[in-house]
């Protein structure tokens, strides 16, 4: 199966682009010579699991280059929700359909692939990636995170999600949710419930609980899938990132020609 690629390019302005006036948002910033979307978009263009490359992105003069290898450019909106709609309408709601950030610098094709296959063979409505920090530090020692701390080990999340439309409005509820409550502990425990905070904090929960309480909460099969290719968790996320985003680019640069 062929997927659609939905690649989220929108938002405002960042302190990471205050010294590009050129840039809508951090996915123009040039690393290395090309844009950051770009480097995003070229691998799931390279991969044989995806067919159609859809980005959502603010409309400016900068935007056309940049996503030349897009299919089909949709204009995003002022809130995540309203970019995931944009790039999601129209696609058959039980089809899946790949989401990924505009900002994954070292993104891979055998990344793409193999999380796509992970993905698919969960049957789940909405996958989300993973890496285990042993994984990540082996190959990025140098490169930030925040991590969760569970029973099964120590995580980050990735920049790859897979989505079935479908689900879609049930997610969307959700994250209205969450953006509420992210300041408020006893908001968020009325969401995830006391239960699984406590285990979080204790050290004792494990990721089928994450999985089954998620589920539980969008009616919908949720799963998280381990990673094995931590270059899908590299993002540029803050001013110091650039730099260290072209330091691994030119070290992989260095490698490939060894």
């Not at 190959?139 to 999600?161: M, Y």
Request: proline fraction near 7%; aromatic fraction near 4%.
């Amino acid at each position: 199966m062929a997927l659609t690629a939905v690649v989220l390019a929108g938002g405002p302005p960042d302190e990471l682009v205050r010294g590009d006036s050129d840039a809508p948002n951090k996915a123009f910033l040039s690393i290395a010579g090309v844009p950051l979307v770009a480097r995003s978009i070229a691998p799931l263009r390279a991969s044989g699991r995806i067919g159609r490359v859809i980005a959502v992105a603010p409309r400016s003069p900068r935007t056309s280059t940049a996503l030349a290898q897009a299919d089909e450019v949709r204009e995003d909106g002022p809130h995540i929700g309203d970019s995931l709609r944009s790039g999601l309408a129209g696609l058959p709601g039980d089809e899946p359909v790949l989401l990924a950030a505009a900002d994954l610098p070292v993104l891979s094709t055998v990344a793409v692939d193999e999380f796509v296959d992970l993905a698919l063979a969960s049957g789940a409505d909405v996958v989300y990636a993973c890496v285990s920090r042993e994984i990540h530090m082996a190959q990025f020692p140098s490169v930030p995170h925040t991590w969760a701390k569970l029973r099964d080990g120590t995580f980050c999340g990735g920049g790859c999600a897979l989505l079935r439309p479908r689900a879609f409005p049930a997610l969307e509820r959700f994250l209205g949710r969450l953006g509420d409550a992210r300041k408020n502990p006893v908001r968020l425990a009325r969401i995830f419930g006391w239960d699984v905070l406590a285990r979080y904090a204790t050290g004792r929960l494990r990721i089928s609980d994450l999985e089954r309480r998620a589920t539980r909460l969008l009616d919908a099969p949720v799963a998280a899938v381990r990673c094995s290719h931590p270059e899908i968790a590299v993002n540029v996320d803050r001013p110091g990132d650039i730099a260290l985003a072209e330091q691994l680019l030119a070290a992989e640069g260095t490698n490939s020609s060894a």
